[in-house]
């Protein structure tokens, strides 16, 4: 289980790089349309015609299903209404597992999965109870403590992988949904968010996020490690290096093109062989995604100018980095990074640590030695959980601020 871990989280990293270099793309060619993936078969992620009447965070639709691989637990599927990046409403999708025989207003936490596909059925909600989602067994960890789970699909109806700022929103609505389903017993209950590397990307952005966007729920703390916090420092460093994990970073593009189509049109700077990758891709998983794009560039798939240089892509670059965002979070954080990662510069994290502990946040910021992108998940999660536990109880949050 570790080494799967370490493969597919080490890879998210890397995705990362590729990615918003690829988003940036000058338009040298004509216009080529956002490759968006196949609609969802089932009838149950429809949006409702009344959806943009609805608030954020309304229960759109909801049903129990069977908890396969969560003995100890009852599960629910919950539509509801969010919205996107452009301010248009959307129905998005959580999964609720919550411990049998739990009492009400019982504490919740948010567990956001490093997702890192483009097909739709790759999502949390389709593959948590088919064995599909590596981070099964911590989820199960967080069951035996007795807390509730939420697992919300945080990539939205079009699984615009990158798009972080949308992440975090999408979160935040996933939890006002599973405390307004009535079944889940969840209340007002004390709310907790935790996710490692692409997972932590919308973790960290539901924390920045919640004083303004959701003042109302009582988030008690956030555990995150091996946070992607400024992506264009990642593009700047690493961008357009060959790499085994190019498809990710491909897939990337690809994700943030669907959610920003007018400010970061992938399409108008590939040429064939980038457009055919494109249409192939726009529906895979990750290792069918990893496959496809394993050691290419961004140069033997592109013409025209430098891509790290526009001015509309870099905006997008600075819209979903966390680091830039002038919000802090007023939620306790518990921050952990391996010393020994080469993917995601610790640099920025310590930055935005500070920015943060500068304007009052309680900060914990562990780093640990020797750790790269892929071990540091392992070794960081036990604190991460025993940290949110302390929250829980009500114990003062550490800071080494």
């Given at each position: 289980m570790k080494s799967v871990l370490r493969k597919i989280i080490g890879s998210t990293s890397a995705a990362l790089v590729v990615a918003v270099g690829a988003a940036v793309l000058a338009a040298p060619n004509g216009y080529?349309?956002?490759?968006?993936?196949?609609?969802?078969?089932?009838?149950?992620?429809?949006?409702?015609?009344?959806?943009?009447?609805?608030a954020d965070g309304d229960v759109l639709a909801s049903r129990s299903v069977a908890a396969t691989g969560f003995p100890t637990a009852e599960a629910w599927q919950?539509?509801?209404?969010?919205?996107?990046?452009a301010g248009v409403p959307i129905a998005a999708v959580t999964t609720v597992l919550v411990p049998r025989g739990a009492p009400v207003n019982r504490p919740l936490v948010s567990y956001q999965p490093?997702?890192?596909?483009?097909?739709?059925?790759?999502?949390?909600?389709?593959?948590?109870?088919?064995?599909?989602l590596q981070e099964t067994p911590a989820l199960n960890a967080l069951l035996a403590r007795g807390w509730a789970v939420a697992v919300p699909d945080h990539l939205g109806p079009s699984s615009a992988y990158g798009a972080a700022k949308l992440g975090g929103?999408?979160?935040?609505d996933g939890i006002r949904a599973a405390q307004r389903l009535p079944q889940t017993g969840l209340g007002a209950g004390p709310v907790g968010l935790a996710g490692y590397s692409g997972g932590a990307m919308a973790t960290n952005w539901a924390a920045a996020l919640a004083p303004t966007y959701s003042p109302e729920l009582n988030i008690v703390g956030a555990a995150q490690g091996g946070t992607p916090v400024n992506i264009g420092e990642l593009a700047d460093r690493l961008g357009g290096t060959p790499s085994d994990a190019f498809g990710l970073g491909f897939a990337a593009a690809i994700g943030l093109e669907r959610e920003y189509p007018t400010r970061s049109p992938l399409g108008n700077g590939l040429n064939v062989e980038g457009l055919q990758l494109r249409d192939r891709m726009s529906n895979l998983c990750t290792d069918s995604i990893l496959a496809a794009g394993?050691?290419?560039?961004?140069?033997?798939?592109?013409?025209?100018?430098?891509?790290?240089?526009?001015?509309?892509?870099?905006?997008?670059?600075?819209?979903?980095s966390v680091?830039?965002?002038?919000?802090?979070?007023?939620?306790?954080?518990?921050?952990?990074?391996?010393?020994?990662?080469?993917?995601?510069n610790i640099g920025p994290v310590r930055e935005t640590v500070?920015?943060?502990?500068?304007?009052?946040?309680?900060?914990?910021?562990?780093?640990?030695?020797?750790?790269?992108?892929?071990?540091?998940?392992?070794l960081g999660v036990g604190p991460a959980f025993s940290y949110l536990g302390d929250r829980f109880a009500g114990i003062p949050a550490p800071s080494n601020c």
């Open positions: 080529a349309a956002p490759a968006y993936p196949f609609a969802d078969p089932d009838p149950f992620y429809n949006a409702p015609a009344d959806v943009g009447t609805r919950i539509q509801y209404k969010s919205t996107n990046s490093f997702v890192n596909s483009l097909g739709l059925q790759c999502a949390p909600s389709h593959q948590l109870f088919v064995g599909g929103r999408l979160v935040l394993a050691g290419m560039s961004l140069a033997e798939l592109t013409d025209g100018p430098s891509i790290l240089t526009d001015p509309s892509g870099r905006s997008v670059m600075d819209e979903n680091q830039l965002y002038p919000g802090v979070p007023r939620t306790p954080m518990y921050v952990w990074h391996g010393s020994a990662d080469p993917l995601v500070d920015k943060y502990c500068a304007q009052g946040a309680r900060v914990q910021f562990d780093v640990i030695p020797g750790a790269d992108h892929g071990s540091a998940t392992v």
